[in-house]
């Protein structure tokens, strides 16, 4: 299983950014999928959720109405469109596998529920 995460960078806030999780070695349409992030000097978080047909989504409080998870099965991808971006949404941002395709709110958002983890892509929101 391999997860490749991109689309970070920099920019300021209010700005916005995609980032994309290009999966592969898995039956992509069977697993739950997830974003975490990890800011600097803190322990990783969870982001958002996606279920299998992406119809089912969960997010962390402090992103939910900005922040937007999404997938395309048939591309083996995954997506989070960042809008309204602020300088505390800062971090290593990290797309994640779930162990199966269960889902459920409380379930996908713990970090113990994935077992693969992409290598990052870095956003940096400046003030």
């Known amino acids: 299983v391999q997860l490749q995460a991109c689309g970070g960078g920099l920019v300021q806030a209010g700005g916005s950014l995609r980032l994309s999780c290009a999966a592969s070695g898995l039956t992509f349409s069977t697993y739950v999928m997830g974003w975490f992030r990890q800011a600097p000097g803190k322990e990783r978080e969870f982001v958002a959720a996606?279920?299998?047909?992406?119809?089912?989504?969960i997010y962390t409080e402090p992103v939910q109405g900005r922040f937007t998870i999404s997938r395309d099965n048939a591309k083996n991808m995954m997506y989070l469109q960042m809008n309204t971006l602020e300088p505390e949404d800062t971090a290593v941002y990290y797309c994640?596998?779930?162990?199966?395709?269960?889902?459920?709110?409380?379930?996908?958002?713990?970090?113990?529920?994935?077992?693969?983890w992409g290598q990052g892509t870095k956003v940096t929101v400046s003030s």
């Open positions: 996606i279920s299998r047909n992406g119809g089912r989504t």
């Open positions: 994640a596998k779930g162990y199966g395709g269960y889902y459920s709110d409380n379930y996908s958002s713990k970090i113990s529920s994935y077992d693969y």
